[in-house]
């Protein structure tokens, strides 16, 4: 397969909202309960922007850096040789190329010292972001101006970001389509809120969309994770 057959392949772009946004500057965010693949989700949604060769950063909060790189390196292994993809090694070393990952204790995150970064890589030269993820943000800990923060810094910037948050437990076959704890006081910042849960007879994880367009909707319907290779499936029973 080629690049950019696999680009037009890949499901995952609906999920971003960018066919039917009339602004790139949007939020998404990806709920699950502690283990069920919320960072597998961050970095294929990276990994759409990064394949259509724009750049991306990642922010990792409570996460070393290596451990980061080997989400990304071990999910472009598993989808090029799924795909049997054509020039892998080239496509990989463009990926790295366009992609930086920023990390944070949990202590020491903020909004003001990530826009700092952002900023002095942008003044150097170094990248200039169309998507940002951030993985690990608390927001049991968190107080709504800084999401308030965060919005304003999208659309400052021009930038899709996408969040993970950690569920309580009790939210698999959630049968409302209400934002749960501890983001059920900010879901109205958010663009769109997938939710990570199980089903029952089913072997795949399904992204249940919580808020977004009839497209992303639609588009959650299709798609599964697979909870062994953390990877997006249609095809799932």
């Given at each position: 397969?080629?690049?950019?057959?696999?680009?037009?392949?890949?499901?995952?772009?609906?999920?971003?909202?960018?066919?039917?946004?009339?602004?790139?500057?949007?939020?998404?965010?990806?709920?699950?309960?502690?283990?069920?693949?919320?960072?597998?989700?961050?970095?294929?949604?990276?990994?759409?922007?990064?394949?259509?060769?724009?750049?991306?950063?990642?922010?990792?909060?409570?996460?070393?850096?290596?451990?980061?790189?080997?989400?990304?390196?071990?999910?472009?292994?598993?989808?090029?040789?799924?795909?049997?993809?054509?020039?892998?090694?080239?496509?990989?070393?463009?990926?790295?190329?366009?992609?930086?990952?920023?990390?944070?204790?949990?202590?020491?995150?903020?909004?003001?010292?990530?826009e700092e970064r952002l900023h002095d890589l942008v003044q150097q030269h170094v990248i200039t972001p169309s998507c940002m993820v951030v993985d690990g943000f608390d927001f049991a800990k968190t107080d709504r101006s800084v999401l308030e923060e965060m919005r304003e810094l999208a659309t400052k910037m021009n930038l899709q970001?996408?969040?993970?948050?950690?569920?309580?437990?009790?939210?698999?076959?959630?049968?409302?389509?209400?934002?749960?704890?501890?983001?059920?006081?900010?879901?109205?910042?958010?663009?769109?809120?997938?939710?990570?849960?199980?089903?029952?007879?089913?072997?795949?994880?399904?992204?249940?969309?919580?808020?977004?367009?009839?497209?992303?909707?639609?588009?959650?319907?299709?798609?599964?994770?697979?909870?062994?290779?953390?990877?997006?499936?249609?095809?799932?029973?």
């Open positions: 397969m080629q690049k950019q057959e696999l680009i037009e392949k890949n499901p995952i772009r609906h999920l971003k909202g960018e066919s039917d946004a009339k602004e790139s500057s949007r939020m998404g965010l990806v709920m699950a309960r502690a283990g069920m693949g919320k960072t597998a989700l961050l970095v294929q949604i990276a990994m759409d922007s990064l394949l259509n060769d724009k750049q991306v950063v990642h922010v990792s909060v409570g996460q070393s850096l290596d451990k980061t790189k080997l989400w990304y390196d071990d999910l472009f292994q598993d989808i090029s040789k799924a795909c049997k993809l054509e020039k892998a090694g080239e496509i990989h070393e463009a990926i790295k190329r366009n992609r930086m990952i920023i990390t944070f204790n949990e202590s020491s995150f903020s909004r003001a010292k990530l970001i996408w969040f993970s948050a950690v569920c309580s437990e009790g939210i698999d076959n959630q049968h409302t389509n209400e934002v749960p704890a501890p983001c059920n006081g900010v879901g109205d910042l958010f663009n769109t809120v997938v939710l990570l849960q199980s089903v029952a007879k089913s072997e795949c994880l399904d992204l249940k969309i919580l808020k977004g367009s009839a497209a992303v909707s639609k588009c959650g319907k299709l798609l599964k994770l697979d909870p062994q290779t953390f990877m997006i499936r249609e095809d799932c029973k």
